[in-house]
């Protein structure tokens, strides 16, 4: 009889995980409610996944590193992983790959638990926030294209000011892509050179239910925003909707189309505001011409009575004198007449100093609204874009490359299939 080769115990175990490791963990998950929930060494986590219905449980086990929300005993999640059996102590567990709770209750558990512990880090401070630049020249935006977010935000934005650049980073705002995506959309734009970087970034979605706001939620996408190099702006959902995003925020909006609102003022706001300077101009030069105008009044009356008053003394020391004081008397009404005079030409001089403007204003009104870039669009122009920014020479494209033509009343993406010499325009 021939005798079965052996193999050593670590052989056999590798075995054992390499067959172990066949099981397709990507396309199933596995739910099931937190026990025995423990964290060893600040960085080993163990727990035992039970079933709610029969008395089994599955050991699992992962690093602190890959935890993106608090857990505790009791709480209903959703774990992917693939099993294997540690050649160490013979014992088999999951290797768990993500976790993320399930249901109201487990959510807004973690969602609180989480919540308390940035709270106590100080990331909430609303010391650490910073104000938004008062007319910024570009922003990004991080949400999905095909969300009506993205729609309501680019229209409020194009209404109130228009001229801002709008570098869109496109990403999903919910289910298992949505929170590496969007923290790759901050690093994006913090890695970006400073000329090129935003202003501002604004980070907004729809309303949803908890779980469809789960990746606000998640502490990396938190810590993300708190990290951001350029003030941040959330919009997320409807008004009474609550992120743990909309708190780390530098400014909360309550939704898509406020987030826009908080970035500009409107133009007739704007145009108000110029229009009441200018009243206030005005009020403050009106002001001024009174108050010259009552102190010649009151200097032109005090040396009247003065002159008048010695006269009348000089008149009754001597009636010989009287021809004299005539005449000083013609010399003093010719000096009045010409300090009228003068204040007559100040305030023509304020007139049409004021007129002109007023005129200059208006001038200046017509030359900004002849520089809309809305207006050029409307006259059949586009602006293409490509991934670098706005093209401005064709030389340096590519057959195939993708662009993006911004029209007046919206844009469209196309591919270059083919590039020819200057032509005329007419």
Known sequence: MTEQPAISVSQFLGLVNQTLRTIPSETFAIEGEVADFRISQGKWINFDLKDEEVEVKVPCFMTTFQLGMPLESGMRVRVTGYPKVFERFGKFSLNVESVVPVGEGALAKAYLLLKAKLTAEGIFDTARKRTLPKFPRSVGLITSREAAAYGDFLRILGNRTGGITVLHANVHVQGQYAVEEICEAFAMFNRLPVPDRPDMIVLTRGGGSLEDLHAFNDERVVRAVFSSLVPVVVGVGHERDESLCDFVADVRASTPSNAAECL?????????????????????????????????????????????????????????????????????????????????????????????????????????????PVRVLERGYAIARNAKGIVQDPAGLAVGERLSLQFAKGSVDTEIIGQRKQEKLL
């Open 264 to 372: 500009c003022a409107d133009r007739r706001d704007l145009l108000q505001h110029v229009m009441h300077i200018e009243d206030r101009m005005t009020d403050r030069v009106m002001n001024r011409l009174q108050q010259f105008h009552m102190r010649v009044e009151r200097s032109t009356m005090l040396f009247e009575r003065t002159f008048i008053g010695v006269g009348n003394r000089l008149q009754a020391a001597t009636k010989g004198l009287s021809h004299s004081f005539d005449r000083f008397r013609l010399s003093l009404v010719a000096t009045r007449e010409h300090i009228q005079r003068r204040e007559h030409a100040n305030e023509q001089r304020y007139c049409l100093t004021l007129e002109r403007s007023t005129s200059r204003l208006a001038t200046l009104e017509r030359v900004l609204e002849s520089m809309n």
